[in-house]
């Protein structure tokens, strides 16, 4: 092994994990919260039982397929690279002015998209849902529901955008914790309704409040951090233009999966509670996307971006394998659980009120699917990190388009052999062939190759998973014996089959990290350089 593929030591790298997982923190408070969220929806609006379901559902997904795109896509693509270098050759106030440039022009392009969603509604939820069209009824509450819940948009590109400039000082709470706002507000809107449909009008405009107190919230921690990014009206300066050219082919990179998404719910469309269905299931495969790969890629762009800038290719290597490494070690026990035990999770987390047995089993059935391509949800975060960090946006658009047309191709195929399970059996293919190319690229251009202890080291992270795999196998089959240590113990609304859930996820959270220690997969001198912790300043908090 050459001095340039060594690992770096924990000790050096260990702010990237430490960083991931101060967000990967707030991420699993913001998931508790929506979890609360998603059973409170799930009890008052159901999946098939009702349509009110799927048309809020579906006004849900909307915004937030152009927040992925105008927010968190371009921005990643673009924006946090150049702020980085800009702090770092420029100086704040330099660097200050071109986030209020890219601020201004970011909320000018999403409130004029929300602007001609608003009005164009009606026509466009023949392209969003076709199949709505089938119930006359139906089809007209997704179209108030979208454009009540339409304003969301501005709301989290602004905020995305500010998340960016707080990340790119090294500030990560408010960032994860915000979202807690979106799930809280949703929550608070469902819980006094009395009918699905009150249900989910009160649950669009929660939204709606979530999007306006989450972009407050940002502003404000902006402010505190001491950045001045003031509000201004769009300026098309070089800096901006040099942006904007590599943020529409980030977008479509970075935002690949949520137009899979969108296709997939066109297709879905045509079956009662499909859309639904697959909402659930996007609760718990998008789980680790979210708490790992997203959590780990925020931490890792700055990171990379500032190596690259100083010619330090053995550093941001070092960060890849450590970013790599520490997201699969996460990521496979999530995939494994919900390849092992979907129903078993399904049944106990959601089966009460209007979400029925059959809803749980339809659902089960998709999300055995898409547990598959978790890990690839999860790499595909990073790999484009490595991409975006070199400034090159173009490659990672070619590569996201190819894996949208797979998954158009193989999902209609699937669709009209298997049903909805096609749909996410489809997302998987698509990700693992998106994640393969851009693995092959980035090794082709010697822009990233694993180092073999790296690869070493995730063959023992599978060993741990298979094994973890076949313990959580044999709790789903013997399921009824561990209900049974229950009896009929009620608290509240929850009972056997939820007590049972929360004991096997507990005793599988117990006993994987030994399985990971004991095959070497993971050492305890590696966490605790990880965990190793530092002085907190005040204004770490923003």
Same mark, same amino acid.
């Given at each position: 092994?050459?001095?340039?593929?060594?690992?770096?030591?924990?000790?050096?790298?260990?702010?990237?994990?430490?960083?991931?997982?101060?967000?990967?923190?707030?991420?699993?408070?913001?998931?508790?919260?929506?979890?609360?969220?998603?059973?409170?929806?799930?009890?008052?609006?159901?999946?098939?039982?009702?349509?009110?379901?799927?048309?809020?559902?579906?006004?849900?997904?909307?915004?937030?397929?152009?927040?992925?795109?105008?927010?968190?896509?371009?921005?990643?693509?673009?924006?946090?690279?150049?702020?980085?270098?800009?702090?770092?050759?420029?100086?704040?106030?330099?660097?200050?002015?071109?986030?209020?440039?890219?601020?201004?022009? !970011?909320? %000018?392009?999403?409130? =004029? +998209?929300?602007?001609? /969603?608003?009005?164009?509604?009606?026509? $466009?939820?023949? *392209?969003? &849902?076709?199949?709505?069209?089938?119930?006359?009824?139906?089809?007209?509450?997704?179209?108030?529901?979208?454009?009540?819940?339409?304003?969301?948009?501005?709301?989290?590109?602004?905020?995305?955008?500010?998340?960016?400039? !707080?990340? %790119?000082?090294?500030? =990560? +709470?408010?960032?994860? /914790?915000?979202?807690?706002?979106?799930? $809280?507000?949703? *929550?608070? &809107?469902?819980?006094?309704?009395?009918?699905?449909?009150?249900?989910?009008?009160?649950?669009?405009?929660?939204?709606?409040?979530?999007?306006?107190?989450?972009?407050?919230?940002?502003?404000?921690?902006?402010?505190?951090?001491?950045?001045?990014?003031?509000?201004?009206?769009?300026?098309?300066?070089?800096?901006?233009?040099?942006?904007?050219?590599?943020?529409?082919?980030?977008?479509?990179?970075?935002?690949?999966?949520?137009?899979?998404?969108?296709?997939?719910?066109?297709?879905?469309?045509?079956?009662?509670?499909?859309?639904?269905?697959?909402?659930?299931?996007?609760?718990?495969?998008?789980?680790?996307?979210?708490?790992?790969?997203?959590?780990?890629?925020?931490?890792?762009?700055?990171?990379?971006?500032?190596?690259?800038?100083?010619?330090?290719?053995?550093?941001?290597?070092?960060?890849?394998?450590?970013?790599?490494?520490?997201?699969?070690?996460?990521?496979?026990?999530?995939?494994?659980?919900?390849?092992?035990?979907?129903?078993?999770?399904?049944?106990?987390?959601?089966?009460?009120?209007?979400?029925?047995?059959?809803?749980?089993?339809?659902?089960?059935?998709?999300?055995?699917?898409?547990?598959?391509?978790?890990?690839?949800?999860?790499?595909?975060?990073?790999?484009?990190?490595?991409?975006?960090?070199?400034?090159?946006?173009?490659?990672?658009?070619?590569?996201?388009?190819?894996?949208?047309?797979?998954?158009?191709?193989?999902?209609?195929?699937?669709?009209?052999?298997?049903?909805?399970?096609?749909?996410?059996?489809?997302?998987?293919?698509?990700?693992?062939?998106?994640?393969?190319?851009?693995?092959?690229?980035?090794?082709?251009?010697?822009?990233?190759?694993?180092?073999?202890?790296?690869?070493?080291?995730?063959?023992?992270?599978?060993?741990?998973?298979?094994?973890?795999?076949?313990?959580?196998?044999?709790?789903?089959?013997?399921?009824?014996?561990?209900?049974?240590?229950?009896?009929?113990?009620?608290?509240?609304?929850?009972?056997?089959?939820?007590?049972?859930?929360?004991?096997?996820?507990?005793?599988?959270?117990?006993?994987?990290?030994?399985?990971?220690?004991?095959?070497?997969?993971?050492?305890?001198?590696?966490?605790?350089?990880?965990?190793?912790?530092?002085?907190?300043?005040?204004?770490?908090?923003?």
């Amino acid at each position: 092994m050459t001095a340039e593929s060594k690992p770096a030591p924990a000790a050096k790298s260990s702010g990237l994990i430490r960083s991931s997982l101060i967000y990967s923190s707030f991420t699993m408070l913001s998931r508790f919260t929506g979890l609360l969220r998603d059973l409170a929806i799930g009890y008052t609006m159901g999946a098939s039982a009702t349509f009110v379901a799927d048309a809020f559902n579906t006004a849900w997904a909307f915004p937030n397929l152009f927040r992925r795109i105008f927010g968190e896509g371009a921005f990643a693509a673009a924006f946090v690279p150049a702020y980085s270098r800009s702090l770092e050759t420029d100086g704040e106030e330099v660097a200050d002015v071109l986030a209020a440039d890219a601020m201004a022009t !970011l909320a %000018a392009a999403s409130i =004029f +998209v929300t602007v001609v /969603a608003e009005l164009a509604m009606p026509w $466009l939820m023949y *392209l969003i &849902a076709p199949g709505f069209a089938a119930n006359p009824e139906k089809f007209r509450l997704a179209v108030v529901l979208t454009q009540i819940t339409m304003p969301y948009l501005p709301c989290m590109a602004i905020y995305a955008h500010l998340s960016g400039v !707080l990340n %790119a000082r090294n500030r =990560f +709470v408010l960032s994860g /914790a915000a979202p807690v706002l979106l799930n $809280l507000w949703t *929550l608070v &809107a469902v819980l006094p309704a009395h009918t699905a449909q009150q249900a989910a009008v009160f649950g669009s405009w929660g939204i709606v409040v979530a999007g306006v107190s989450q972009a407050a919230l940002l502003w404000w921690g902006v402010r505190k951090s001491g950045a001045h990014v003031d509000v201004r009206w769009p300026r098309l300066t070089p800096e901006i233009r040099k942006l904007i050219g590599l943020a529409v082919p980030g977008a479509i990179a970075a935002s690949a999966t949520q137009i899979s998404v969108f296709v997939s719910g066109i297709l879905v469309s045509q079956v009662n509670g499909a859309r639904s269905w697959l909402f659930y299931c996007d609760r718990l495969y998008q789980l680790p996307q979210g708490l790992i790969g997203v959590a780990i890629g925020v931490a890792l762009l700055p990171k990379l971006s500032r190596s690259i800038h100083a010619h330090d290719e053995a550093g941001a290597r070092a960060a890849m394998d450590e970013a790599v490494l520490f997201s699969m070690a996460f990521a496979l026990p999530c995939a494994v659980a919900l390849v092992t035990i979907p129903f078993f999770l399904i049944d106990g987390m959601y089966t009460r009120g209007q979400f029925t047995v059959n809803d749980a089993h339809q659902t089960a059935n998709a999300l055995f699917f898409y547990g598959w391509g978790v890990p690839a949800f999860v790499a595909a975060q990073l790999f484009n990190r490595a991409f975006f960090a070199r400034q090159d946006t173009r490659t990672p658009m070619r590569l996201g388009l190819v894996s949208v047309g797979v998954n158009v191709a193989v999902g209609v195929t699937l669709f009209y052999l298997i049903g909805v399970p096609g749909v996410a059996a489809a997302t998987t293919v698509a990700w693992w062939t998106n994640v393969a190319m851009m693995a092959t690229t980035l090794a082709s251009r010697s822009h990233y190759r694993p180092a073999p202890e790296a690869i070493a080291r995730l063959l023992r992270i599978l060993v741990a998973n298979v094994a973890l795999g076949a313990l959580l196998f044999a709790a789903g089959h013997w399921r009824n014996h561990i209900q049974g240590l229950f009896g009929h113990f009620h608290l509240g609304r929850i009972g056997a089959k939820e007590f049972a859930v929360g004991l096997v996820a507990v005793a599988a959270g117990a006993v994987y990290p030994a399985l990971l220690f004991g095959t070497g997969g993971m050492t305890l001198s590696e966490v605790r350089g990880a965990l190793r912790s530092r002085r907190v300043k005040p204004e770490d908090l923003s």
